[in-house]
């Protein structure tokens, strides 16, 4: 993996950027775990299974998370297979997310619109029909009893007809009553309003953004995370490899003097054949014969090129 360093500042940058985006993920995952659970709380009765469930959905959804990170862990290792079944446990994991949180947003919008419909006039009206027609329907039957106790038959046939022509009147406002639609006061209930039985493609897209950007966010902090620590490791490495060069050099640097002095090289070495023997760059070479020089050792000749061992009394 090629690690390109960058600057202080930018450094910085990234990190405080990271911190965001982790946030970010962190407020995601949490409105995913609470649809999740109230998806799981719905199909209990008892407080023992609402414990249970509220677990279960927490611990799955936590999953979901962890084996992102796992995955990707296992996919840097060459692990390929454990990183394909981590994906595909994810896929289904992530399914089941999806599906919960696109259930809180149909139960929330479900809910919102019958307490608009409640309180909206035409069903007022229909429900205040209902009542009056009911108690005219009790009403009738009522005196259809008294008639017919007095032996006026004819008179408690027509009272009876009446109740039940009430009785009907009654059904069919009934039946009008559940098709009476609500005026929606919202921009996501006019939306979700207009796509009828559609919705759910919408609320499943909801569902969908808000639990992929989450595991975005989380693979983002994990490549991060792994990105600065491969480079810290590659800095680390590098810098012991300077030094452990320098201590090297630094001990050629004494060997090769020694042989110059004790004339390895010919009472005029030249700095072209100890590069050749050392095999080192002309720089390294030309500094030690200049220390030489600077020690007394050594002395340039004309041109500048050719140097001779001073003798030592």
Known sequence: MNIKYIDEDTNLAFKSQNKLILLLGVILAGVSIMCEVLFFIDFTESVTDKVIATVTAVALVGCQFVFLGAAMHMARLKKTVLSILLSIALLFLLIISVSGTASFFESRFVSQNNINLKNSDVYLFQKQLISDLGEQNKAL??????????????????????????????????????????????????????????????????????????????????????????????????????????????????????????????????????????????????????????????????????????EQT
């Open 141 to 310: 039957k009522t005196a259809a009893i008294t008639a017919n106790d007095k032996g006026n038959s004819w008179d408690a046939g027509r009272l009876l007809r009446s109740a039940q022509k009430a009785a009907n009147s009654q059904a069919d406002a009934i039946n009008k009553l559940s098709s009476i639609q609500t005026t929606t006061k919202t921009a996501g209930a006019s939306l979700a309003a207009f796509t009828g039985e559609l919705r759910w493609g919408l609320w499943f897209v909801m569902a969908a953004l808000v639990d992929i950007c989450a595991l975005l966010c989380f693979a983002v902090t994990n490549s991060y995370c792994s990105s600065v620590k491969i480079s810290k490791t590659s800095i680390k490495h590098n810098k012991q490899k300077k030094i452990k060069q320098a201590v090297i050099n630094e001990g050629i640097d004494e060997v090769i003097k020694n042989e110059i002095i004790n004339g390895k090289f010919g009472m005029s070495p030249r700095v072209r054949s100890v590069m050749t023997e050392h095999k080192k760059g002309h720089s390294f070479i030309k500094n030690i014969f200049e220390d030489l020089i600077a020690m007394g050792v050594l002395e340039r000749i004309e041109g500048g090129r050719t140097f001779n061992l001073v």
